[in-house]
Every structure is written in C-alpha cells, then in structure tokens.
C-alpha cells in the first residue's frame, strides 16, 4: 500500500505526486480568476501576455479538477498542436495520463515540461514547478519499473531543494523495491524530519521494521500526523484484532466502510483458523517463504516483470524458471489498464535463470508436458484470476505440500475476491485440495500458502 497520490494498485506504499496543475486558483478577494489564471500561465508574470487563453485554460483545469481526465487530454492536446511549446499544457495531459494508468504517455509529457525551451510567457511557471515535474515523472517511472530513470528524477528534484520532503519519501519507496531496506528507512527518516506531519512518510516507514509492535507505533504515529489517513486506520484496527482486541474493528465492520477491502481482507485472515505470521514488506515475505522451502529444489515465478523479485529469490535457489509475455497485462485489471507492469519485450538476464516467453496458455502446456522437477517455491505474480488459475492447472505436476506458493496481489485490492483467491479456492476445489496460509503482508498484498492433498 505504498502511500502514493493517487494511490497505486502495485502496492499499498504510498508516494506522492504534486500537482501543479491548479496551483494558483486559490485567490484572495481582490484578485479575479482572470488574474488568477493569467498568473498560471505566466508564473506570476503580470507584464507577460498568456500563452493560453485564461478561459480555456479555466476549462481545462475545471475538467481536471472533474476527474475529466480524458477530456482534459482530448481537448489540451488540440491545443497542444497550436502551442507545442506550453509547460502548462505539457504537465496537465501528464497529470491526466498519471491519474488514468498510462504512465508511459504521462512520463513522455512531464519530461517534455522538464526540458523544452519553455516560451517568456511560461518560464517562471517552468522554474517554480520543475521541482513537482521531477517528483512526478519519477513516481511515473517507478510505476513502469524503471528505477534508475526515477532514481535520476528524484536526485535532479533534491538538486533544486534539498528538503524537498515528497521526493525522500518517493526515494524511499524506489530503494524499498530495491530491497534496500535500511536505505529506504533513512529516507522516510529524512522525509518526517523535513515534515513531522508527512504521514505518508511514517505509513511507508512502517514496512521498513521487522515486528509488529514497532510497526505498530509507527502505524499511530502515522495518525497522529493525519488522523483521518483511511488505510492506517483499518490496518491499525486489523493489527489489535490479530493480538485479541477486536473492539474497533468490528465497530467497523458495522460502519458504512463495511465492504472496504482493507477490512474484508482482515476478516478473511481473522477467520483462518490459524494465525499466520505478519510481516511488512515483500523481502521480508520472500525470506521466511525461502526459509520454509526445500532449497535443493528450484522455484518457479508466473509474472517475472522486470525480474526484481526473480533477481531476488535466485540468490537461494541453483534454478529458477520464469514465465511471462513481457508485453504487461493480457487484459485490463480494473483500473489498470491492458499492457501495464511490461517490460517492453525485454527479458531478464539471470544467473541461474531460464525464461519461458509468451501467454501461460500457449506456453504452459507445452512446458509442463515433460516431467519437471518439484517446486521449492512458486512465485505467483500473474494478477489476473485466469492467468493465475491457468498457472495453477498447469503447474499441479510440480506442486506438493514441501511446495511453498507467494501469491503477490491475493489481499487489499479492490475486488480481491475474485482475483488471485478466487483462483486459489477454484484450484483446489478442481483437484480436490486445501490451502493453509502461513504468512501475510497487509501492506504489500502478499499472502504465503502451502497445499495440502485432502484425500
């Protein structure tokens, strides 16, 4: 649950992007809108003529300010062809592309913001808000899971303002998915020390200990910098009921936040009828999954990505084998749209590793129609309910109770029910099996499982 703004679906971590978009709307009384979006156009430049006409440049950020985000990009990019050189152009469409998923069209407009020569009109405007430019392209390109790009964004960001406390935060998110945990600890520091009510800093800090008690008390710090910060709330509740106290959250549970995932997914874990273990971030997951597995075997991933978790795992494993189109999701996922979490057809070159290109229906078949070795691991990272289920199916050969199986998105998300646990259950239902969960992470989505023959 990385704490981004808007929020993700990849994680529950939260970063932040900082919108520019309407920055100078909140006038004081005796400054017209007209004055006011004269200013947005000019930096402040009242002896500038605006590049943009004000009131098309009012409709814009009003459509924006809607959620219109594809008109905004329709009727901005029209203009954009009459004005190419416009950063307030520029950063609106890449604030709409960010909000509707399209990341790679978003980081193409923000970098344009950055780095075209800006008209007189436009040039203050570039100097203020190239700091928010920098930050948001790199939340961007995280999103793609082009770390060194972000990486470069947010260092350039920090460059213009050393306390500049969103892009710590942010750089505190790219060296968690760097497995950098004691890096990505001394950002979230950095970034409460700049700003003692940076509650995204404290959220995301949590997923940077080891026990829950320490997480915990960095949970209620988190609300005491933003009391009303939803996903601390319901994990806060959620983190009393696993140790007996579940006065808050079935108050809850009777509120109108009721069918809220965060909740539905702690009751589903309350209800188990053994307490898995809790963990905060996703190394963490991988490491007690590794450290339950028989290492002689090798481990096997469905959603390889960029290989970052591939990468790590390979480190305790002789084999692994990966599977994945490299071309992002099959089909849109919600609100992500098809095509996301691609790596643009490029495939990972492992140690160790050996990568099965293309769709699990077409590639899974084939594979496993020759005797494969028993999994240690499987690393379940397909997202989708049919590519997960497929997976599955046709993985049973390699599949038994020493088999330890990550699922990476089973909790949290909207609609979880019908993703990767709906999966699941169908899977051993089909081959007459049951399921325990051995360990969980409410903050990353990951649930731990090992199968179990009921026969």
């Known amino acids: 649950m990385a704490a981004f703004e808007p929020n993700r679906t990849s994680d529950l971590s939260a970063a932040m992007t900082c919108s520019s978009v309407a920055a100078s709307l909140e006038s004081t009384s005796s400054v017209s809108s007209r004055e006011a979006l004269a200013e947005i156009e000019t930096g402040g430049a009242s002896d500038v003529q605006p590049l943009i006409n004000p009131i098309l440049s009012k409709l814009l950020i009003n459509l924006f300010q809607k959620h219109e985000y594809k008109s905004v990009i329709t009727s901005a990019g029209q203009l954009l062809s009459e004005f190419p050189e416009s950063i307030f ?26 780095e075209i020569e800006p008209c007189p009109a436009e040039q203050n405007m570039q100097r203020d808000n190239k700091i928010n430019y920098h930050n ?10 082009f770390l060194d790009r972000s990486e470069q964004h947010l260092k350039a960001a920090l460059k213009i303002n050393p306390l500049f406390s969103p892009a710590y935060n942010n750089y505190g998110n790219l060296l968690n998915d760097r497995a950098d945990i ?12 700049i700003d003692e009510n940076s509650f995204r ?7 940077t200990v080891c026990d829950a008690d320490t997480a915990q008390a960095i949970v209620e710090m988190c609300l005491k910098a933003e009391p009303m910060y939803r996903d601390a709330i319901f994990t806060l509740a959620g983190m009393n009921a696993f140790k007996g106290d579940q006065s808050h959250f079935d108050l809850l549970l009777k509120s109108e936040f009721s069918e809220d995932p965060i909740l539905k997914s702690i009751e589903w874990v309350l209800s188990l009828e053994e307490k898995p273990t809790l963990h905060f971030n996703r190394w ?3 490491d007690f999954a590794v450290s339950l597995s028989n290492r002689s075997r090798p481990f096997y991933e469905f959603g390889v990505w960029m290989g970052d978790s591939f990468r790590y795992l390979m480190k305790s494993y002789e084999k692994g084998f990966g599977f994945d189109t490299f071309e992002g ?3 849109d996922w919600r609100s992500v749209p098809k095509g996301s979490y691609s790596s643009f057809g490029n495939v990972p070159e492992i140690s160790g590793g050996e990568f099965i290109v293309g769709e699990f229906d077409k590639t899974l078949p084939t594979f ?20 997960t289920l497929s997976a599955l199916k046709n993985a049973r050969s390699i599949i038994d109770e020493q088999t330890v199986i990550i699922f990476d998105e089973f909790i949290i998300n909207k609609g979880w029910q019908q993703d ?28 731990v499982t090992r199968i179990i023959s009921v026969s």
């Open 89 to 114: 152009l520029h950063n609106i469409i890449a604030e709409s592309y960010s909000r509707l998923g399209d990341d790679k069209k978003a980081v193409f407009h923000y970098e344009q913001a950055i």
């Open 136 to 145: 948001n392209v790199a939340v961007s390109l995280k999103s793609l899971g």
């Open 182 to 193: 004691k890096g990505a600890q001394d950002c979230f520091l950095k970034a409460i020390d």
């Open 201 to 207: 800093a404290y959220w995301n800090l949590h997923s």
């Open 284 to 286: 963490s997951i991988f």
């Open 329 to 331: 999701l099959p089909e």
């Open 368 to 387: 496993f129609a020759t005797e494969r070795p028993k999994a240690a691991l499987i690393n379940l990272d397909a997202d989708l309910y049919g590519s």
């Open 420 to 447: 990767e646990f709906r999966a699941l259950n169908e899977f051993c239902a089909l081959f007459d099996l049951r399921y325990e969960v051995v360990a969980l992470s409410l903050y990353t989505k990951q649930v």
